[in-house]
């Protein structure tokens, strides 16, 4: 028996690596088209969709009219002409009454210069820069509004609120984060960007309306999170430094937090990968326009929106680049949530 626990446990991790690792190659197959024709360029290249018609150059349409003028005089004087060839005469020469009513199928060099100037292939560009940063701009808006309110929330739930207050508090908190997050778009959309623009300027849907729809969205998860994590405190710790004179703040500040620490950041990184991720609740209220942000309340597009928006009919070259923003997406996650993981919860000696 012990040693089948030990096996469906193993199972179960390795379930875990085979399904990251799938959809990695998945997302790495389909976006190699992408990768290939566009490369490492993609991902500052701020054009998306944009057709570039490669025309022929003058120096290749003067090449080309001389190709053709020499060509039509290659005959040389000193040549002589065969004897089985018959020379037209005046009589054999039609005159502009014979040429009256009748199409003039004789090309001009005007008609030349526009037949060479007709666009000869249309590539269509495609470019992930703009999406990246808003990704990574709303993702940072969101992370600097929640992080201090859910530290504060889960504070007063944990250390400072009686309990006939914390309880039902934390269960609507708990609810909160349940709530789905198109109902957060549609009230972004309706209620809170038009009160945003009201205060900061600019448009209802927005970069700074995204970002703080957002963080109202992870609030509930990081609080709820980390009040559970300082709940973990022994209370013989805390009881030990209010006997030594310690005040609340104190408490806190030396005690509850260094103990529950990792319970904190965790419930961070959590936050952050639904920031990044989110696309529902951000596709009402980003704007979803291709425009790189010059301040705060401009809008712009995210990589979940656009993946979102331009899924269902793309197919070809732009199905492989939305594949591509895809993996961006998910590198990005990975670096960060790892980066996060290794760096502040690591076990410092």
């Known amino acids: 028996m012990e040693t089948l626990f030990k ?10 690596l085979l399904i990251l690792t799938s959809i990695f190659v998945v997302l790495f197959i389909y976006a190699k088209p992408a990768i290939k024709e566009y490369g490492i360029k993609f991902l500052v290249d701020p054009r998306w969709g944009v057709v570039v018609e490669n025309q022929v150059s003058s120096t290749q349409i003067q090449s080309s009219m001389d190709t053709s ?20 005469t005046d009589s054999d020469i039609p005159t502009d009454s014979d040429l009256v009513g009748q199409d003039n199928d004789i090309p001009t060099d005007n008609d030349f210069l526009a037949q060479t100037n007709t666009p000869t292939k249309a590539k269509v560009i495609y470019g992930g820069l703009i999406p990246i940063v808003g990704t990574i701009l709303s993702t940072l808006i969101a992370m600097f509004f929640a992080v201090p309110i859910a530290m504060g929330i889960a504070i007063f739930l944990s250390e400072i609120a009686p309990p006939f207050v914390a309880k039902p508090v934390g269960i609507a908190i ?30 209802s849907v927005s970069l700074l309306v995204a970002g703080l729809v957002l963080g109202i969205m992870i609030i509930p998860f990081m609080a709820s999170l980390t009040r559970d994590s300082m709940n973990t405190t022994p209370n013989v710790l805390k009881e ?17 937090f260094p103990y529950a620490k ?35 309340t401009d809008p712009t ?27 961006i997406l998910f590198v990005i996650s990975f670096i960060v949530i790892s980066f996060a993981k290794f760096y502040f919860l690591r076990d410092k000696k």
């Open 240 to 256: 030990s430094a209010y006997a030594m004179g310690a005040t609340k703040f104190e408490v806190i500040k030396d005690v509850i």
């Open 69 to 88: 003028i020499n060509s039509d005089t290659s005959i040389n004087d000193d040549e002589d002409i065969p004897m089985d060839v018959d020379i037209p």
């Open 7 to 16: 096996r469906l446990s193993a199972f179960s991790a390795t379930i875990i």
């Open 301 to 327: 597009v995210s990589i979940p929106v656009v993946l979102a928006n331009n899924f269902a009919e793309s197919s070809g070259m732009s199905l492989s680049a939305l594949f591509y923003l895809a993996l």
């Open 174 to 203: 708990e609810l909160l984060a349940a709530i789905p997050s198109i109902i957060y778009g549609m009230w972004g959309l309706f209620y809170f960007g038009p009160f945003v623009a009201k205060i900061f300027g600019g448009s």
């Open 262 to 296: 990792k319970g904190i950041i965790g419930s961070m990184i959590l936050a952050l990968g639904r920031a990044l991720g989110e696309t529902m609740a951000v596709a009402f209220v980003i704007g979803g326009v291709f425009n790189l942000p010059k301040k705060l």
